[in-house]
């Protein structure tokens, strides 16, 4: 009979036990204040960029300047007004380009990093944005300097021990030649 109370005992003890698992809620939620702030500092940060590089155009009374509608400013150093082809999805085109700062100090030069090859919106290349949509303003033959706001170039991740983080810079890029997906 004891027996018997013990296994009654034990068998209601692990039914009553085996109810489920409950699930664990989180202590503290997020309210997405994080991205909203992120968002914020962008802002202002581009906006002290843009104030600093609109200063640095007013200043500058030798070159005539544009203003593209991806986010930065550009001026020719050679114009060719003969030729109307700008590169295309899919053309290939050849080019040079150097990364200096607003005080003309190089921080890449056009030697470093040699003659460049690239297929416009199809290559995989290690090209600041800002590079990769200037030179589809170009024709060839040109040579245009471009000046870039931190988020065009090199960002928040700079260049380990040459540009800090969030730095506006100029670009001459030098495009010699377009050759076109069809050819």
């Known amino acids: 009979m004891l027996f018997r109370l013990l296994l009654i005992s034990i068998f209601g003890f692990l039914f009553l036990s085996c109810t489920g698992q409950e ?107 800002g590079i990769r949509d200037g030179i589809k303003l170009m024709k060839a033959g040109e040579e245009v300097t471009f000046l870039f706001p931190s988020y065009k170039a090199y960002g928040y991740y700079g260049i380990e021990s040459k540009l800090g983080t969030n730095i506006p810079v100029k670009s001459t890029v030098k495009l010699f030649s377009i050759e076109s997906k069809e050819e």
Do not use: C, M
Not at 37 to 64: G, M, P, Q, V, W
């Open 23 to 129: 699930p664990r809620w989180p202590i503290q939620t997020q309210s997405g204040s994080f991205i909203k702030e992120s968002a914020n500092r962008n802002k202002k940060l581009y906006e002290e960029e843009r104030d600093f590089i609109e200063d640095f155009i007013e200043k500058d009374s030798t070159h005539t300047y544009y203003a593209s509608d991806k986010g930065f400013w550009y001026y020719y150093n050679v114009k060719d007004s003969t030729t109307s082809k700008t590169p295309e999805f899919g053309d290939e085109v050849q080019f040079t380009y150097d990364v200096r700062d607003f005080y003309n100090d190089v921080i890449i030069s056009e030697e470093e990093n040699g003659i460049q090859r690239y297929k416009i919106d199809q290559s995989n290349q290690d090209l600041i944005s």
